[in-house]
């Protein structure tokens, strides 16, 4: 029998912890990168202004599946994954499913408007967190950074950075969470 050096062992023990967490994933046709909770998360509350200028918050989409962006014009990868976030609205978006992006801008709504405008953002409603609130409530630890809510508004999933969320794979994945979903009426935002 081959002795292994220490570090040898750690490290095939790293990969064995890898194939058992990342492979089953996989095989439910989890894209690389999102992660899936065990058991979905309440969600804090948050507020924000719509494009109008009133204050809305998460429940306002409670019987829908949401993937909540969290964005800012700032940002290069959050520019660059805009567009793909639109199309993923433009295929799915209806009474079951909205891509909330939640822009959180200092500079405000006028900041985002421009931006859709210079892009072409046209499925997309316009949301902003003046406040940037909503990144530690919600414990971003980065921009972009994707919360994928269920019917309840509790999350079930997170992406961390870009993605290209028009990509077929991603489309089926997120489609077959919107058909699935039977959770509505179950209350998964947290707070008053």
Known sequence: MTKYPQHAKQCAIVFALFVLTIVPALAQGVPEGFIIHDSPRPVPQVTFEDASGAQRDLSAFVDKVVLLNLWATWCVPCRKEMPTLDRLQHQLGGPGFEVVALSVDHAGMDAVRKFYASVGIVSLA?????????????????????????????????????????????????????????SGGVKGISGP
Not at 140 to 163: K, M, S, V
């Open 126 to 182: 316009t949301y902003n967190d003046r406040s940037v609130r909503a990144t530690m409530t919600l414990g971003a630890i980065g921009l972009p950074t994707t919360l994928l809510l269920n019917r309840a508004g509790a999350e079930i999933g997170r992406y961390i950075g870009p993605a290209e969320w028009d990509d077929p794979k991603m489309v089926a994945f997120i489609a077959a969470r919107v058909k699935t979903d039977t």
